[in-house]
Nanobody, 117 residues
């Protein structure tokens, strides 16, 4: 299982950014996918989930209405579009899957998002 995030960077408050996660090594179209984030000095927090067919999404209250999770099962990618970013969104963002075959979570290496003027 491999998850590779990209798209992080420095953005001004109020700006937008889209993260992407390229997945391989497991049946992508059969698994829900998640995004998490970890701010400096804090624990890793769940951000968003999308079901295997993309039909249902869920968001943490802190990002609801500003972030959108989406997926492309042909490309085996899951994206996180982030709008109206504020400094509290500064964190390392991780792509995640709980793969039932091994009954464990798999994580990408993370991508840094910094919101600052």
């Amino acid at each position: 299982v491999q998850l590779v995030e990209s798209g992080g960077g420095l953005v001004q408050p109020g700006g937008s950014l889209t993260l992407s996660c390229l997945a391989s090594g497991f049946p992508f179209s059969s698994n829900a996918m998640n995004w998490y984030r970890q701010a400096p000095g804090k624990g890793r927090d769940w951000v968003a989930t999308i079901t295997s067919d993309g039909g249902t999404t869920n968001y943490a209250d802190s990002v609801k209405g500003r972030f959108t999770i989406s997926r492309d099962n042909r490309k085996q990618t899951v994206d996180l579009s982030m709008n109206s970013l504020n400094p509290e969104d500064t964190a390392v963002y991780y792509c995640n899957v709980f793969y039932w075959r091994y009954e464990r979570d798999f994580w990408g290496q993370g991508t840094q998002v910094t919101v600052s003027s």
